[in-house]
C-alpha cells in the first residue's frame, strides 16, 4: 500500500484515494458499532426491553468518553495530515505524545465525573426501579476503564492517519470478535446481565489499546522517533483540541439527545416506548457508522490536500463523499420500511407490543436519515479543512435546533413529538449548514483562482 507522504495524492485519482480511505473507515466504524449492536441483541433476547431501556440510558453517560477519544483521534489526525501535506513529518512524534497525555488526563476527569454523577444523570432519565439497577451495573464496569475506552477510541483514527487505514480496521475487527464471544459466553450462558455486557466490551476495548501502542512503538510505523522530540507541546494540544471540538460536541450533542428523549418516552409513555426507541436507536446507527466512516475517510486526504494546497481535489472529494452519503442513507431507509418486523427481530422475538412500538418509531424518526449523514460530513469537512470553529459551530448547532422541537412538539401530539422531532430539526438544520458549506466552497475556489498565474 502506497504511503501519502512517498506518493503524492495528486497522481491518484480522486475515487481510488476515496475508496481506499473510505471502506476501510466504513468497515471500522461498522465493527465498532458491533460493540452495541451485539450487546443490544443479547440484552434484548436474554434479559428483554427493561435491558434495553436501561442500556439505552447507561450509553448517554458514557458516551461523551467515547467522544473524548475521537475528539482526540480526529483533532490529532487531522494534524498529522496536515503537517504531511506540508511535508513536516518531524513534528508526527510530538502531536502523538501530545495527545497521549490529553487523553490520560481526559480520563482522569471522565473517571470522577462518572463516579460522582452516574445515579443521578440515569435518573434524571427517568429511570427506576430494575431499570435504574441495571443501568449502574453497566455504567459501574466503564467507570473504572475509563482510559482503555478514551484510547480504543482514539487510535483508529491516529492508525488510520499514520497511513494504515486497514490495520485500524483489522484491530476494530478483532475488539469486535473477542466482544461477541464474550457477550455470549457472559450473558447468554453465565447470566451475569448488563455488567457481562459491560465486562465485554472492556476487555475488547483494552485489547485493541495494547496492540495499538505495540504498533505505535514497531517499526511498521510511519513515525520517526529516533529525532528529537518533546512529550508534551502545549501549542499542539491546543490545536488538538481545538481541531476535534466539533467531534466532541457531535457526541456530546447525542449523548444528550438520546437522554432527553430517554426522558420524554419515559414521561408521556412507558419503559417499553424506551426499550423501542433503543432498537430503532440500533438500527439508525448502523446507518450512521457508515455515513461517519465516510466522513472519517474524508478527513485525511481532505487535510492533505489543503496542506498541500490542491483545492480542486478537495471539492472533488468532498462531492464524491455527499454522493455516495445520501444514496447509501436513502437505501438504508427503503429497506428498513420495507422489512421493519425482519430488522426489529434481531433484538426481539416475544413481544409484539414492543414490536409494534418499534415499527411506528421507524416511520416516524428515520425518515431524513441522510440528512443527519450530510450533517456529519459537513462537520468534519470544515475540521479536515483547518476551520474549527465552523465545525463548532455546525455541532453546536445540531443539538441547539433540535432542542424547540422536543419542548413544544410533544407537549401537543404527545410521544409522536418526541419520534418526529430530530428528523424536523435535521431538515430545518440542513437549511443553514447546505449554505455554509456551498460558500465556503465558492469562496475558496474564487481564492485559489486570483492567485493562480
Same mark, same amino acid.
Given at each position: ?89 518531524? /513534528? ?24 460522582? /454523577? ?12 430494575? /431499570? ?16 482503555? /475506552? ?19 480496521t483489522a484491530l476494530m475487527a478483532l475488539g469486535a470478535v473477542i466482544n461477541i464471544v464474550l457477550d ?44 528529537? *522530540? ?18 466532541? *460536541? ?88 420495507? *422489512? ?21 418509531g421507524i416511520r416516524m424518526h428515520l425518515f431524513t436519515m441522510p440528512l443527519d449523514g450530510f450533517i ?62 456551498? *460558500? ?14
Amino acid at each position: 500500500m502506497a504511503a501519502l507522504s512517498a506518493v503524492p495524492e495528486h497522481t491518484q485519482s480522486i475515487q481510488k484515494t476515496f475508496w481506499r480511505y473510505t471502506l476501510p473507515a466504513i468497515a471500522a466504524m461498522l465493527v465498532n458499532g458491533l460493540y452495541q449492536i451485539v450487546d443490544g441483541i443479547f440484552i434484548g433476547h436474554y434479559v428483554g426491553f427493561e435491558g434495553l431501556a436501561a442500556i439505552n440510558m447507561a450509553w448517554p453517560v458514557i458516551y461523551f468518553m467515547v467522544g473524548f477519544g475521537i475528539m482526540v483521534g480526529m483533532g490529532s489526525g487531522s494534524l498529522l495530515s496536515i503537517q504531511r501535506g506540508k511535508g513536516n513529518m518531524e /513534528t508526527a512524534p510530538t502531536i502523538l505524545t501530545s495527545s497521549m497525555i490529553v487523553m490520560l488526563l481526559l480520563a482522569v476527569v471522565s473517571c470522577i465525573i462518572i463516579l460522582l /454523577t452516574s445515579t443521578t444523570l440515569l435518573q434524571a432519565q427517568g429511570a427506576v426501579g430494575m /431499570t435504574l439497577k441495571m443501568g449502574q451495573d453497566y455504567i459501574a464496569v466503564f467507570a473504572w476503564g475509563t482510559i482503555a /475506552t478514551i484510547l480504543a477510541s482514539a487510535l483508529p483514527f491516529l492508525i488510520r492517519n499514520d497511513e494504515s487505514p486497514n490495520l485500524a480496521t483489522a484491530l476494530m475487527a478483532l475488539g469486535a470478535v473477542i466482544n461477541i464471544v464474550l457477550d455470549y459466553l457472559l450473558i447468554g450462558v453465565w447470566g451475569i446481565g448488563l455488567s457481562g455486557a459491560a465486562l465485554a466490551t472492556m476487555t475488547a476495548q483494552i485489547t485493541v489499546c495494547i496492540l495499538g501502542l505495540v504498533y505505535f512503538s514497531s517499526r511498521h510505523s510511519q513515525i520517526n522517533w529516533s529525532k528529537k *522530540f518533546t512529550f508534551f507541546n502545549l501549542a499542539y494540544s491546543q490545536k488538538i483540541l481545538l481541531l476535534g471540538s466539533s467531534s466532541l *460536541f457531535m457526541y456530546l450533542y447525542t449523548s444528550f439527545v438520546f437522554a432527553l428523549h430517554n426522558r420524554l418516552f419515559m414521561q408521556y409513555g412507558s419503559p417499553l416506548i424506551v426499550g423501542a426507541f433503543a432498537i430503532v436507536g440500533y438500527l439508525m446507527v448502523l446507518y450512521y457508522f457508515v455515513a461517519e466512516g465516510i466522513a472519517e475517510g474524508l478527513q485525511p486526504p481532505v487535510s492533505y490536500y489543503y496542506g498541500a494546497h490542491e483545492h480542486a481535489n478537495i471539492n472533488r472529494m468532498f462531492k464524491l463523499s455527499v454522493s455516495v452519503t445520501l444514496i447509501v442513507g436513502f437505501s438504508w431507509i427503503v429497506l428498513i420500511n420495507m *422489512f421493519p418486523k425482519l430488522m426489529i427481530g434481531l433484538f426481539n422475538h416475544s413481544n409484539p407490543a414492543l414490536t409494534a412500538e418499534a415499527v411506528s418509531g421507524i416511520r416516524m424518526h428515520l425518515f431524513t436519515m441522510p440528512l443527519d449523514g450530510f450533517i456529519a460530513l459537513a462537520s468534519v469537512y470544515f475540521m479536515a479543512t483547518e476551520q474549527g470553529i465552523k465545525a463548532l459551530f455546525v455541532a453546536c448547532s445540531n443539538m441547539l435546533v433540535q432542542l424547540p422541537f422536543l419542548f413544544f412538539l410533544p407537549q401537543f401530539i404527545g410521544v409522536n413529538g418526541v419520534w418526529l422531532a430530530m428528523p424536523l430539526s435535521n431538515i430545518t438544520l440542513c437549511f443553514i449548514v447546505g449554505p455554509l458549506v456551498y *460558500f465556503d466552497i465558492k469562496n475558496r475556489q474564487m481564492k485559489f483562482q486570483s492567485q493562480t498565474p
